[in-house]
């Protein structure tokens, strides 16, 4: 489950928007803020001595402000600091954007497959070749540690790059005909103008891996990223017309995201939402998207078990839940959100694994050593917190960490809870958030009911040693992947994306093209064999 479902994280504009931009740009701005630390405005200023910390919205190629010039501050969620105001855009921007998104895509997809390849091609060496810029960016408004934020530049930058190659491959079918007069034929199609919703917690990644194959297929994007971590995005779209990518492929607005997401799915020339958030807003957009019957790709939450067996070596199992269970400070819709682990092995492992888990720095993202930044926001704070209790009251034990952490803002001490029953809040939702509850299981059997007993069905894990029991299990999970003795399995060149309520489609790999293209089939007649 997301924060908004909580109803916790408020990012309407009415919440956030400010009035008509001032001559600042350093506005402090709600509680948990204040004035912007030296070092922080030292790095600002350089990135915008980059070009690539930008301020306004992009709309067919030119940099704009809000039509009411109303604004949002972006945080630096590890200090506080406001970074900069950006524009607070409704639905009268998201119109004008989905307009010159049509009018860009008319020559946009007559142009060759190898011309949109070289050109995606070029965005994916501006991407790298600013990969720290982009990584300092990722960090100042995201939180996760400097390493990790460069780590999702080039796990970003590489959708880029697969999607260049990918887009001399977009092949039709000739199919055998049943008469001898005729020649039938599939002719793969761009879907048109889509519109790509994306979240916080992968600043760039989540962006890159819509926009790039959507413009290998020759569609063009109005992208409207999280209020909460815009400044990738904008960056990102900087080099996108660097790179040759024409003016109006590729749009980017944010402020006022209902009235943004109810604009795109009222247009007509939007044929194709793309979005990966919470299962609430997914549910809502897919609704809306019926009143003009556009395809719908969503990556929804999660809600991943991560499954240890006794026969599992004690220390892949360790590294692996850790990796899947830490990274980003657990603030990813495959993070291991229940760690079943088998009677035999619990002690053992609930020990090896809190050992590993103290170890971890938790700090400003930009310190040297740190492996776990900031939540987002003071919401998700509450949100990990109501979880803690909800477990402790009914029975779980701390083992390791269990509250806020002592540098204050939105750090939490990285925790492990044992005695985690199946019916627990922590059990049903996710918490997004550094705690990895630990569940204890019997048998395969009830390892693999608990599993699947849940609305959600995007990553799975399990660890054990046993080759028949990886095949039995792997196949009776309910979920879109599965990682067998690794924590770590997104890559550009999989299909990722969930079952049940956890979404619909893929993205990346040859399968993640198909979501923005159209199949046309033609039947030539009347062709004589002589
Ligand atoms: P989370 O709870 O993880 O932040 P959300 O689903 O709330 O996930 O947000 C994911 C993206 O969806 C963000 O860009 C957010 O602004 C956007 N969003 C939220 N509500 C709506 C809506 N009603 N229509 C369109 N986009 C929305």
């Known amino acids: 489950m997301g924060i908004s479902q909580m109803g916790l ?11 008509p931009r001032t001559a600042s740009v350093l506005r ?3 509680v948990l803020t204040r004035q912007i630390s030296m070092d922080t405005q030292n790095l600002v200023a350089r990135l915008n001595s980059s070009g690539l910390l930008r301020s306004q919205c992009l709309i067919g190629g030119k940099w704009t402000e809000a039509y009411d010039g109303k604004t949002i501050p972006v945080h630096n969620p590890a200090t506080g600091d406001v970074l900069v105001n950006v524009p607070c855009m409704g639905g009268q921007e998201t119109n004008d954007a989905i307009s010159v998104a049509y009018e860009a895509f008319l020559s946009w997809s007559k142009l060759t497959a190898a011309e949109r390849s070289k050109r995606l091609r070029k965005w994916y060496d501006l991407l790298i070749a600013n990969k720290e810029e982009l990584g300092q960016i990722i960090t100042l408004e995201q939180g996760k540690p400097l390493k990790e934020a ?16 990918e887009a001399k491959r977009i092949y039709g079918d000739i199919i055998p005909s049943p008469l001898a007069d005729r ?25 890159t891996r819509k926009v790039g194959p959507a413009l290998a297929c020759g569609c063009t994007v109005v992208i409207k990223p999280s209020e909460l971590t815009p400044l990738t995005a904008l960056a990102a779209a900087e080099l996108a017309l660097q790179a040759g990518i024409p003016p109006g492929a590729v749009n980017v607005v944010f402020g006022n995201a209902p009235e943004i997401g109810d604009a795109l799915l009222a247009s007509r020339q939007v044929r194709k939402i793309t979005f990966t958030g919470s299962t609430a807003v997914g549910k809502k957009l897919m609704a809306g998207a019926a009143q003009t019957v556009k395809k719908v790709s969503l990556e929804l939450g999660g809600n991943a078990p991560c499954i240890i067996f006794d026969d599992a070596d004690l220390e892949v199992a360790v590294k692996g839940a850790l990796g899947t269970k830490f990274r980003n400070s657990g603030q990813t819709c495959v993070c291991a959100n229940r760690i079943l682990v088998q009677e035999g092995i619990y002690e053992k492992f609930a020990i090896a694994f809190s050992q590993a888990v103290q170890s971890m720095q938790v700090g400003e993202g930009f310190t040297e050593g740190v492996v776990q930044g900031p939540l987002i926001n003071e919401a998700a704070v509450q949100k990990v917190e109501s979880f803690v209790k909800d477990a402790v009251s009914k029975g779980a034990k701390v083992l390791l960490g269990g509250k806020r952490h002592s540098l204050g803002m939105t750090f ?13 809040l922590i059990a049903r939702n996710e918490v997004f958030g550094p705690v990895a509850p630990l569940l204890r299981f019997k048998t395969e059997e009830e390892a693999i009911r608990i599993a699947n007993d849940t609305n959600a069905g995007l990553a799975a894990y399990v660890f054990t040693e046993n080759v028949q029991r990886m095949w039995r299990v792997t196949e009776a999970l309910e979920y879109g992947l599965v990682g067998v003795n690794e924590g770590l399995v997104s890559t550009e060149v999989a299909p990722f994306g969930g079952v049940k309520e956890s979404g619909l489609g893929r993205e990346g790999s040859k399968y993640g093209m198909d979501e923005f293209l159209e199949m046309k089939y033609v039947c030539f007649g009347n062709i004589s064999s002589n």
């Open 9 to 19: 994280l408020r990012s309407s504009c009415s919440a956030l928007c400010h009035g």
């Open 183 to 207: 020649r039938l034929l599939v002719l793969k199609q761009p879907v048109g103008v889509v519109g790509a919703i994306t979240p916080w917690n992968f600043p760039l990644a989540m962006i």
């Open 412 to 424: 939490y001490e990285p925790t492990v809870i044992g005695d985690i029953k199946n019916d627990m």
């Open 150 to 165: 460069i780590g999702e530049v080039n796990y970003g930058a590489a959708f880029i790059e697969f999607s260049a190659e």
């Open 28 to 30: 402090p701005s709600a």
